[in-house]
């Protein structure tokens, strides 16, 4: 295995991070064997479990936001992957999100974090989104940081935590801390669990059933083409490359086309708002496919419910949006991907897909005592 920490170089191999035998102190060692895409960490943040520990509490705990109405797992909850079922979610006040809320497993293994940002690579600096974000506001931490800290240090569970995490530093109490503890839980929200995945380490004894072995074939076939974009072990990774040869991680697949020119709705342009350029205009970041069944509705604003939804647009190169205010053809989206140029399914052929995408379902990271609310 090959960690990476930090985006420009430092690589560091597996035996450099291992751990002493029998005591798990680092992320290298909660990664099996049959993951060997590269891990992407925070150079700022070195693991402990203490840390992840108390990481744990802050995410599941509501006192982090304003009014008590919000923790990280109010929009990421276990039942749902850590995504929520919303088309789009909801913050403290009751303001709609921009997007659908993304789930939170194997994040180490990708390179970007959110929807369309090429900045956010570690969940240590996404944080501070849902933490400070005021349009609109998520958990509305910003301008009450010290009124917050002071409410989680009035409970002697965190003055423990906090000394168990932190044990030689006596200013622990702080966002800083608190940001990096959360990161610590979430990083270790590891799946590699899956039918598929068994399958893939041992196709004797873990065969696939048929509809899904088909499914499979399709998947991977030239004339649907989704492993070009679908790949790595969340299905997130492109092999398709940018200009300077980098992996492309944003593509526009068609969804919207207003105005004929390619706009997407006014509530989000895609890569467009972070990066300026109007070519990036409707282009999101491959999403992770594990765990597909729990986390609908699906796509960056939750506007599919099902994912025959989903796989019909793949099939017809885009989405016509025939009606309300979006209305458009997406399939002459002038920013479409070439990747996107629809194609024929038979009914089984369709229903093989979604068994395959099924085969990809991981209940076991959901369902650990370890990564649970531990105030129930
Ligand atoms: C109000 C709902 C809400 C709350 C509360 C919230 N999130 Fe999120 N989270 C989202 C949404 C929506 C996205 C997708 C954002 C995007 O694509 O730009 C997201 C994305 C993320 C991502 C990026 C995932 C990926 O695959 O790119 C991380 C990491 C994350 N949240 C962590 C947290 C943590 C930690 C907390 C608590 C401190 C938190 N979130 C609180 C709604 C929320
Ligand atoms: C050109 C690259 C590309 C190809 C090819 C591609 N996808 Fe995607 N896929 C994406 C992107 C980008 C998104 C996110 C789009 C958005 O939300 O705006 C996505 C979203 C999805 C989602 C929704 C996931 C979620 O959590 O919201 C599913 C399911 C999916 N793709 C399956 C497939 C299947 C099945 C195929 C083959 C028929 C395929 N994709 C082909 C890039 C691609």
Redesign the pocket.
């Known amino acids: 295995m090959l960690l990476i920490a930090g985006l420009t170089g430092l690589l560091l191999t597996g035996s450099q991070c291992g751990t002493p035998a029998g005591k798990k102190t680092g992320i290298a060692d909660r990664i099996p064997a049959i993951i060997t895409d590269s891990v992407y960490l925070y150079p700022g943040n070195i693991y402990s479990e203490e840390k992840r520990e108390l990481g744990r509490f802050l995410f599941y705990d509501t006192r982090l936001s304003v009014n008590n109405t919000r923790s990280c797992a109010s929009c990421h909850d276990p039942r749902f992957s850590f995504a929520d079922n919303y088309n789009r979610s909801i913050g403290a006040f009751g303001d709609l999100h921009q997007r ?1 809320s993304r789930p939170l497993i194997n994040l180490v293994f990708n390179p970007y974090l959110t ?1 369309a940002d090429t900045a956010v690579h570690f969940p240590e600096l996404q944080m501070n989104r849902p933490l400070m974000s005021e349009h609109p506001v998520e958990m509305g931490v910003k301008g009450n940081e010290a009124f917050i800290l002071q409410r989680l240090q009035s409970d002697t569970l965190y003055g423990y935590l906090f000394s168990k995490a932190y044990p030689a530093d006596p200013s622990a109490f702080s966002m800083e801390h608190i940001r990096l503890a959360i990161a610590d839980f979430i990083k270790t929200l590891i799946s590699a669990e899956t039918a598929y995945d068994r399958y893939r380490q041992d196709s004797v004894r873990y065969p696939l059933p048929m509809a899904a072995m088909r499914g499979k074939q399709l ?1 991977f076939s030239d004339r ?3 492993y ?3 790949g790595g072990i969340n299905f997130a990774r ?1 092999e ?1 490359k940018t200009a300077e040869g980098k992996t492309d991680f ?2 526009n ?1 068609g ?1 919207y086309n207003i105005d004929g020119k390619g706009s997407y709705p006014a509530t989000d342009h ?1 890569l467009a708002a972070s990066t300026g350029n109007p070519r990036d205009e ?8 594990r765990n ?1 069944i729990f ?1 609908a509705p ?4 939750g506007s ?1 419910q099902t ?1 025959e939804e ?2 019909r647009v ?1 099939e017809e190169g885009g989405r016509n949006l025939t009606r309300g205010p979006n209305a458009g053809d997406g399939r002459k989206n002038p920013l479409k ?1 070439p ?2 140029k629809g194609f024929v399914l038979t009914a089984g052929e369709r229903k093989d ?1 979604i068994h395959f ?1 099924y085969s990809l379902t991981d209940s076991v990271v959901l369902n650990k005592k370890e990564n649970a609310n531990p105030f129930r």
Do not use: S
């Open positions: 659908n929807g998947f649907l083409a989704c070009r974009c679908h492109p398709l944003y593509f697949t969804l895609g409707g282009k999101f970041r491959v999403p992770i496919l597909l986390t699906y796509l960056h604003d599919a994912l989903v796989i793949y991907d990747l996107i897909l995408l």
